[in-house]
């Protein structure tokens, strides 16, 4: 339900701001909003809490980033609190930031190596995956599993390219588990 919620709310925030030529801003916005609404949870469970009505929800909402932020998101957030959505505000901004990133080619990639990577490593993988995909730029999150043993696993949105030595030894343990099978059930007939 979140995602639906998400995506439901997300597009039309950014079909408007596509609309008025404001992409840019609404998404520079939706990242400072996320980051106030990450060190207070608090303002969150406010909005959220049953005992406030939805009238007084707005005013607080209206009095703490009315005048601050796009008529957009406020109007976007005052809708979100009139049907009782208020509390999947933060989803509705991320995914909005998300379709900005699609709409500037701008891909997001996580990429788990067993050991730190030099930057001339890194500037390689990047430009192979530059080249590979329809992506112009990159936001690049690096981890260190030493568990992978070796290779690359990339992961780009839904998408895993998975070239670890430990995902290779663990296909191979499974093919011979089934030949070991196989070979049981040959010599029981």
């Known amino acids: 339900m979140a995602g639906l919620i998400a995506t439901t709310y997300g597009d039309a925030l950014f079909d408007a ?19 106030i609404l990450k060190e207070h949870p608090e303002f969150i469970e406010l909005l959220n809490n049953p005992r406030i009505s ?6 607080v909402a209206g009095k703490v980033f009315k005048g601050r932020i796009h008529d957009e998101i406020m109007n976007l957030l005052y809708l979100m609190i009139e049907k009782g959505r208020q509390g999947y505000f933060s989803q ?9 990133k699609e709409y ?9 190596a067993p050991m730190p990577l030099s930057g001339v490593q890194q500037q390689r993988i990047e430009a192979d995956i530059i080249r590979d995909t329809k992506y112009k730029k ?3 999150q690096y981890t260190i599993d030493p568990s992978i043993l070796g290779g690359l696993v990339i992961r780009i949105g839904d998408r895993v ?8 030894l663990d296909r191979l343990t ?13 010599d029981s007939q």
């Open 54 to 59: 939805r009238e007084e929800t707005c005013e």
């Open 174 to 186: 499974s093919e011979l588990y089934k030949i070991q099978i196989s070979s049981k059930e040959d």
């Open 92 to 100: 509705v901004l991320e995914y909005y930031i998300s379709c900005c």
């Open 161 to 168: 390219l998975d070239t670890s030595v430990r995902s290779k």
């Open 17 to 35: 701001a596509k609309e008025k030529d404001i992409l840019r801003e609404i998404w520079d916005e939706s990242s400072q909003i996320l980051m």
């Open 104 to 112: 500037y080619h701008i891909g997001v990639v996580h990429i788990t």
């Open 138 to 140: 990159l936001e690049v």
